[in-house]
């Protein structure tokens, strides 16, 4: 009988981790929902077109990780929809509460970003390692169309030593 | 029974394979000799440095598989009994935190307290490695007479107390009083003063304990008093939770001018976020003498510059002093500051769980080198396979991103000791063996999760934390 239901209850916890993985993967990439509907509409496709935003994530080794979002996703969206491999990115869930999802841009970057950062934004960056005068969250960087082609540096960590 | 269990590491494997069968035909060639033999890891702590850990550990290291032993019956240490009910965003990782322990190759074990139900040794013959991450459950005293009077208590019980950590509900604080003298400046100390000056329907949507809820209800503290040997330069809060303060309803925050004499002139030599935290209280400060003192009922009270010295009769002596290179050095004059319930915050300490750990009782923490645990400490040789991460080596400070650091450094460290054969992890080692024995599993931990949630729910509150922990075991199905 226990061989039974130990048998029982690995099918079942195998067949639950396969379907939360997709069911995660429908869910969180709003990218992929993109592609369904492409076939639709020419207008609405070249519309969606459009609404893409490439973005460049610098390792401090160098490595570059290339990928996009689209206007009014967060970099932090950016990164978890595409799986993007940075540990322990966004451990708060963007809920201004860690600075786990810090990330350095080019000043002249920065100077364009159409918000500048809040009081509580800017006590959450003061906690983080490599504080620079052009960091941000990347919870609080909501893509724009000019963004495109972006490239934001993660500050070292642990992550980046091991890539390199 | 052993048939059974022998099934289980077979579905173990099979769930390994068929994961990496996604992968490429190189990582399927390597799940050939972890068929073999994986390497057996045991991580001792569930608490963030714990999964953290355990989290790279499953990352990097395709044919490894880790078990959490874990001395209560429910998991997360410090981020369900440490962070304050009133930051539940600060709790989000636990998400992440369940989504590594619902990894095939990851076993949670709790209810198992090391030192008492399992040896370090036994661990050790078990596993290839074993990690000790079991926190800081700790404080360190003011070593004043009188100390162990029943209206002095440590913030850290305080803390477990509105937590519900189980055993920590008998400890009903005195509330009676009107004043509370706080020693010690850091976060915790902070938590401490925003639980006891906010306004109680803030709590009552908050995982804040029934039993606390209603003391903190029943409170006639009005006055924080939130004492420091040093200066406003040397403050140990982080700027969010001073904000906090600030911000919190019919509370007003009343600084010393005369504690600030000269602290503008240094505003420039300042890094930012000490610079940030230093003008935020400088404009505090500004504000108080024209603020509206309206629907002001309770005040918040940072003192400055003063040593505990004495514990009297609902008071506290405090040795005034000045500051030489950073230092705080006691003059002979003396104040004191009212008193009802004074609480000790000035920092947590790590216990020695097992014998068999190298241990520095005086620093409380084990004895270590960038993770690995030292064999003893003249010779700086280190025990081959045995690890520590979190606050039992690094001491208590800093936040989860500094535990999250932390921890992946000494993961990386194990990975690349196994890589260089720096311990055996060639020999067959059997794991921790949980049949007949009273542990929790991840599914019971489940059990009381869902139970928790609903009983939650009833009340308008995102959980009501069961704090007994037969309780604990009858729901999780023990």
Redesign the interface.
């Known amino acids: 009988m226990?061989?039974i239901n130990?048998?029982r209850n690995?099918a079942r916890?195998?067949l639950r981790?396969i379907w939360?993985r997709n069911n995660n993967n429908i869910s969180r990439g709003s990218s992929a929902t993109t592609n369904f509907t492409r076939t639709f509409s020419l207008g609405l496709a070249l519309r969606q077109q459009q609404d893409v935003v490439n973005v460049t994530f610098v390792r401090a080794s160098g490595e570059k990780i290339k990928t996009s979002g689209k206007v009014g996703d967060s970099l932090l969206d950016v990164v978890v929809n595409n799986n993007v491999d940075l540990?322990?990115f966004g451990?708060?869930?963007g809920?201004?509460?860690?600075?786990?999802c810090h990330l350095i841009f080019k000043t002249s970057d920065y100077e364009k970003l159409p918000d500048k950062p809040g009081?509580?934004e800017?006590?959450?960056l003061?906690?983080?390692?490599d504080?620079t005068d052009t960091s941000r969250l990347g919870c609080q960087i909501n893509l724009t169309k000019d963004m495109d082609g972006l490239e934001v540096h993660v500050p070292a960590?642990?992550?980046d030593?091991?890539a390199a | 029974m052993n048939y059974t269990r022998n099934l289980r590491y077979c579905r173990r494997q099979f769930i390994n394979v068929y994961n990496n069968s996604f992968s490429t035909s190189v990582i399927k060639s390597q799940s050939v000799q972890q068929v073999a033999q994986p390497k057996r890891i045991c991580i001792v702590g569930a608490g963030p440095a714990g999964f953290y850990a355990a989290q790279y550990l499953l990352k990097q290291l395709s044919d490894c598989s880790v078990d959490i032993v874990e001395k209560l019956p429910v998991p997360f240490g410090l981020v369900r009994f440490g962070v304050a009910p009133d930051h539940p965003e600060v709790k989000n990782v636990i998400n992440t935190f369940t989504k590594t322990a619902e990894n095939p190759r990851l076993r949670f074990f709790g209810n198992v307290t090391l030192g008492t139900y399992v040896t370090l040794q036994e661990l050790r013959e078990r596993y290839h490695a074993v990690l000790l991450t079991y926190g800081a459950d700790q404080d360190r005293e003011l070593e004043l007479h009188n100390e162990q009077q029943a209206h002095v208590i440590s913030a850290r019980k305080f803390v477990a107390w509105y937590n519900g950590l189980p055993g920590a509900e008998q400890l009903q604080p005195d509330l009676s009083g009107r004043d509370v003298t706080i020693v010690g400046q850091g976060n915790v100390a902070v938590d401490v003063a925003r639980m006891l000056l906010s306004p109680i329907d803030n709590l009552k949507v908050t995982d804040t304990t029934e039993y606390a809820l209603e003391a903190l209800a029943n409170s006639k503290v009005e006055r924080v008093h939130l004492v420091g040997r040093r200066g406003p330069l040397q403050a140990a809060f982080t700027i969010k939770e001073l904000r906090e303060m600030l911000k919190l309803p019919q509370v007003e925050t009343r600084w010393r001018a005369e504690d600030f004499t000269g602290v503008d002139a240094q505003l420039d030599k300042l890094q930012r976020p000490r610079k940030r935290l230093t003008e935020l209280m400088l404009k505090s400060l500004g504000e108080q003498s024209s603020r509206q003192s309206g629907d002001v009922s309770k005040q918040f009270l940072p003192i400055f510059l003063r040593a505990p010295k004495a514990i009297v009769e609902r008071e506290m002596e405090f040795a005034i002093t000045e500051l030489q290179e950073n230092s705080a050095v006691a003059t002979s004059a003396t104040e004191k500051l009212p008193a009802d319930l004074i609480l000790r915050s000035i920092g947590y300490k790590s216990s020695c769980a097992d014998a068999g750990i190298n241990f520095d009782a005086r620093r409380g923490q084990v004895c270590n080198e960038q993770g690995r645990v030292l064999q003893d400490k003249e010779t700086k040789q280190t025990a081959p396979g045995l690890y520590v991460a979190g606050w039992l080596g690094t001491g208590p400070t800093g936040v989860i991103l500094t535990t999250m650091n932390g921890a992946f450094a000494v993961a990386k460290t194990i990975c690349n000791d196994i890589a260089a054969n720096a311990f055996d992890t060639t020999s067959l080692k059997p794991g921790f063996d949980p049949s007949n024995k009273p542990i929790v599993t991840w599914e019971g931990w489940q059990r009381i999760d869902k139970h928790e949630t609903e009983a939650g729910k009833a009340k308008g509150k995102p959980r009501e934390k069961i704090v007994s922990i037969p309780e604990m075991l009858r729901i999780a199905g023990v």
């Not at chain 1, 809920?95 to 786990?100: M, N, Q, R, V, Y």
């Not at chain 1, 003061?126 to 390692?129: M, V």
């Open positions: 226990t061989v130990t048998i690995s916890l195998t981790n939360l540990d322990g451990a708060c869930e809920t201004l509460t860690c600075s786990t009081d509580e800017l006590d959450m003061d906690l983080a390692y504080l960590t642990i992550n030593a091991r």
